[in-house]
C-alpha cells in the first residue's frame, strides 16, 4: 500500500462560496446589469441578496445543479455471495460452480475478496450517490489530497488510484482520530454556464424590492390597469411563482435552459448488456498544480 501524500485544504474548492446548502459560482457578476451602487449598500444585505438568489436557483432547477459539500463515513461491507467477473462467487471458501455468460465453461473461483463486473483485478472503491467532486480524504485525522489518490467512475465509484485500499474498519464511536476515515463530496452536476451572470441578476432586483425602489423588475403584489382614463387595481395571482418563475425573461429562460428535456431522444437499453464505465471525476484541468 502506498502512503498518499497530506494535506490540508481549507474551503470546499477555489471559486464557491457556501449559500446555505448549495455551492454555486461566485462572485456574482452585478457591474454590467445592475443599476445600484453595491459599495454604498450594507454588505450583510447584499450577501443575504447573494445567497436568497442562489438558493432560489438552486431550487428552481430542480436541485441537480450545485449541491453542497458533505462528508460521508463509509462502512466496508464483508464479501458477499455476489458473481465477479471471472464468474464465481467472492469468499473466502470454494462455492459452488457457475456457468459463464455467454460462454459454455464453467468455472469455481474463490478469490477472497470483492470485485466488481466491470473490472477482473481487485480495486479497493466505496459507493457514494451522486458524486461532482471528491474535495478531501481524511483517514485517521489527517487529510489527504484526492488528486492522484482516488478516480470517480459513474458518479458513484470512488476508487483508490494510488495503489492503496481504503481502510477496513471504521470507528463510529469517534468523531475523528485514529481508526475514523471519512470522504468530503460536492454531489449534483455542474453549474451551467452564466450562473454567475443570472445570480447577479437576480440579487440586485432582489435588493431593488428590499430597497422599494421603482425600478424593480420582480412582480409586485398590486398591479394596475388603465384604459380610456380608468384605472383599476388587483392582487397579481402569482401564477408562475409555483414553478419558480421570476417574470424576468433572462432568468427565466436560464432556469427552463436547465430543466429542458424535451430534445432528449428516448432510448432503449437491455439489462443484458454490459453497461461501459465512465470516469467523472477528476475533470479536465481539475487537479493542475496539484502535488
Known amino acids: 500500500m502506498s502512503d498518499p501524500s497530506p494535506e490540508s485544504p481549507g474551503s470546499p474548492g477555489g471559486g ?57 463515513r463509509p462502512c466496508r461491507k464483508k464479501c458477499g455471495s455476489q458473481v465477479n467477473c471471472c464468474g464465481g462467487y467472492a469468499g473466502t471458501s470454494m462455492v459452488r460452480p457457475v456457468k459463464l455468460p455467454w460462454s459454455t465453461d464453467w468455472v469455481n473461483v474463490s478469490c477472497g475478496v470483492c470485485r466488481g463486473s466491470c473490472q477482473c483485478s481487485e480495486v479497493s472503491e466505496v459507493r457514494i450517490p451522486d458524486v461532482a467532486e471528491v474535495v478531501n480524504v481524511r483517514i485517521d485525522g489527517v487529510d489527504y489530497d484526492p ?15 494510488d495503489g492503496g485500499r481504503w481502510p477496513a474498519c471504521q470507528e463510529l464511536g469517534s468523531v475523528d482520530g485514529p481508526g475514523t476515515w471519512s470522504i468530503t463530496v460536492v454531489q449534483g452536476e455542474c453549474v ?28 409586485r403584489r398590486l398591479q394596475t390597469l388603465t384604459r380610456q382614463g380608468v384605472t383599476m387595481a388587483f392582487n397579481d395571482e402569482f401564477e408562475n411563482l409555483g414553478i419558480l418563475r421570476t417574470g424576468i425573461w433572462e432568468i427565466d429562460a436560464w432556469i427552463e435552459q436547465g430543466r429542458y428535456i424535451g430534445g432528449v431522444q428516448p432510448t432503449i437499453l437491455s439489462p443484458e448488456l454490459p453497461r461501459p464505465t465512465e470516469m467523472t471525476w477528476p475533470r479536465t484541468g481539475h487537479c493542475e498544480g496539484s502535488r
Open 16 to 72: 464557491y462560496v457556501l449559500c446555505g446548502d448549495v455551492c454555486w459560482p461566485s462572485p456574482y457578476i452585478c457591474d454590467e446589469c445592475c443599476s445600484m451602487d453595491l459599495d454604498s449598500l450594507d454588505p450583510a444585505l447584499v450577501e443575504q441578496a447573494g445567497s436568497f438568489a442562489a438558493s432560489f436557483l438552486h431550487a428552481a432547477t430542480g436541485r441537480r445543479f450545485g449541491g453542497c459539500p458533505r462528508t460521508f
Open 147 to 161: 488528486c492522484g489518490m482516488v478516480a470517480v467512475y459513474d458518479r458513484s465509484r470512488v476508487v483508490r488510484v
Open 192 to 219: 451551467p454556464a452564466g450562473a454567475a451572470w443570472i445570480t447577479g441578476m437576480l440579487m440586485c432586483e432582489v435588493l431593488k424590492a428590499c430597497l422599494k425602489r421603482d425600478d424593480c423588475e420582480l412582480p
